[in-house]
């Protein structure tokens, strides 16, 4: 074929498409909605997207498909002629659904390539009654939670992490919440929403972005909240994080890379009086073929303090830190642990759990 034919054939193409994309035109109005809080045993809600006929010919909806069987669609059944407005409709059933939730419709359109895209979210708050004091067993005043501690999990450098945890009102009054002191830098804290009504649950959204400056290995920071709780004004929880590196595949498949080898992974120190206190110790190698860096070695209980005087092993060699248990105030069995947080890209954090059984 000759090149005059083949710019011919192109610009046939390219005129037949640009005339088809002028006679074939939706805009949606809207192509997201937030619900917002609505009720487990509430009805479903609807929410209707319009849409605008912009082309030069009728279109009809072939068809709508949800992510989900909890999200029921429908739509204009008509043609839908130039300048017409149609709808796409979505159902969305809270029952047996608590939380927050994000969905998708798919629509499609007869005789055409065009489809768009609608997207829903919202939070169904639960349906509580008596399950109140199962689901939230710890109170402060008349705020109930599952715990004081809020365990964020691990993270790793320059990644943003966020986890959900939530509250309940229990009070006959809405709770408003506001933050007392302020965060560490690497965290954000949301109160989704800013007042909860009164029975229902609300979210403490924490994200956590660790940076090079932050320590590597376990913390934890006060989360202070004040609120209008007749009972206790103030609340405080506890954010724990973990911090760690992450690694390219490149570095972990490294034959050169360092190893963390800790032969001894579970310590019973035997019976302790309480008010008494024990040492021990743990060694461990880098048996790898480059240097090993301890970025942290943290213990999960105060009542273990732990030294180290290397922080950088050399291949082939080993080290060995110092671990003080202290028994006092502790009763029956003690179960805690002790992470290393290295540069090992396989294994970046390692722990060795510590065990002991507390006497009168």
């Known amino acids: 074929m000759s090149i005059k034919k083949i710019i011919l054939l192109a610009t046939i193409v390219a005129t037949t498409l640009l005339a088809n994309a002028q006679r074939e035109k939706i805009t949606f109005l809207e192509t997201s909605y937030d619900y917002g809080m609505i009720n487990e045993s509430g009805a479903p809600v609807t929410h209707k997207f319009l849409f605008v006929n912009e082309g030069k010919e009728a279109m009809r909806i ?7 069987g909890c ?5 204009s059944q008509n043609p839908i002629f130039p300048g017409d407005t149609g709808y796409v409709e979505a159902t969305y059933d809270p029952d047996n659904r ?3 939730f994000y969905k998708t419709i798919m629509v499609y359109f007869e005789k055409t390539m065009l489809k768009e895209e609608l997207k829903i979210m919202g939070f169904v708050q639960p349906t509580l009654g008596d399950k109140a004091y199962i689901n939230y067993p ?4 008349f705020m109930r939670f599952k715990s004081q501690n809020l365990n964020v999990g691990s993270a790793d450098l320059n990644e943003p992490i966020t986890k959900i945890f939530q509250v309940q009102n229990n009070s006959a009054s809405p709770m408003t919440l506001e933050l007392v002191d302020k965060l560490p830098s690497e965290a954000n804290v949301v109160f989704e929403p800013q007042t909860i009504p009164s029975k229902f649950v609300g979210n403490i ?8 400056s932050t320590p590597f290995g ?3 920071f006060p989360l202070k909240i004040k609120t209008n709780d007749i009972q206790n004004k103030e609340k405080t929880f506890w954010v724990h994080i973990s911090v760690q590196e992450s690694f390219t595949e490149e570095q972990k498949n490294d034959p050169n890379r360092p190893v963390l080898s800790i032969p001894k992974k579970d310590i019973f120190l035997g019976n302790i009086t309480e008010g008494e206190s024990t040492k021990t110790s743990i060694t461990y190698t880098n048996t790898g073929k480059s240097p090993l860096t301890i970025r942290s070695i943290n213990s999960s209980c105060s009542c273990i303090v732990t030294k180290s005087k290397k922080n950088q092993i050399a291949p082939g060699a080993s080290a060995t830190i110092k671990v003080k248990f202290d028994a006092t105030g502790k009763s029956s069995y003690v179960n805690s642990k002790i992470t290393f947080t290295t540069t090992d890209p396989v294994n970046p ?3 060795v759990a510590v065990r002991a059984k507390v006497v009168k």
């Open 349 to 351: 954090k390692q722990e």
């Open 98 to 100: 608590p939380g927050n």
């Open 62 to 68: 072939q068809g709508a498909k949800a992510s989900c």
């Open 218 to 220: 376990m913390s934890k």
């Open 71 to 75: 999200t029921t669609p429908g739509w």
């Open 205 to 212: 959204r924490v994200t956590y972005t660790a940076t090079e």
């Open 138 to 141: 710890k109170n402060n005043g």
